[in-house]
């Protein structure tokens, strides 16, 4: 028998109970990957391929419509950067790109909006994920995040 060895994945198995507070205004150092004037960008801790970033306002807010131009600006520069970042770093063959607003849509956190940027190769789907509902995650998030503010790009 073939074993999968993830054990960063028992922080989200073993999860009881909500954190208190929201992840994207307390910014976790270990996660984060860029902060701009009103956006920043982080690793997601449970992500759904390697290379998963979230995107987020600076702003609690629970809506785009909900920003100012500025904001929105800032917002999708930084999608922009990371997008280009993740690409140069792992070269992956596309890209998900979404934003979910509100629970009834698929947001896990609903109160503060959030763009997620899921990196996808023509492979990446497989019996795994198919058969036994888990997905690999081929790179641990320490190394990504490495990679990613190597050459002093942080």
């Known amino acids: 028998m073939n074993k999968l060895w993830a054990p960063w994945r028992i922080g989200y198995v073993k999860q009881t109970k909500k954190n208190k507070g929201c992840i994207f205004c307390k910014r976790e150092k270990s996660m984060l990957l860029r902060i701009t004037e009103y956006s920043?960008?982080?690793l997601n801790k449970f992500p759904y391929n390697n290379?998963?970033?979230l995107i987020s306002p600076k702003k609690h807010v629970d809506d785009l419509d909900k920003l100012s131009k500025k904001e929105l600006q800032d917002l999708m520069e930084l999608l922009f950067?990371?997008?280009k970042r993740i690409s140069?770093?792992?070269k992956p063959q596309g890209f998900n790109i979404g934003v979910n607003i509100g629970a009834a849509a698929g947001a896990g956190i609903a109160k503060h909006v959030h763009i997620h940027l899921v990196p996808r190769w023509n492979a990446d789907t497989n019996f795994m994920s198919t058969?036994?509902?888990?997905?690999v995650i081929s790179q641990s998030l320490a190394e990504l995040k490495k990679l990613f503010n190597k050459n002093g790009q942080k």
Do not use: E, N, Q, V
């Not at 058969?131 to 997905?135: I, L, Q």
């Open 40 to 42: 920043s960008a982080m």
């Open 51 to 53: 290379g998963h970033i």
């Open 81 to 83: 950067f990371c997008k």
């Open 88 to 90: 140069k770093i792992i």
């Open 131 to 135: 058969t036994s509902k888990t997905k």
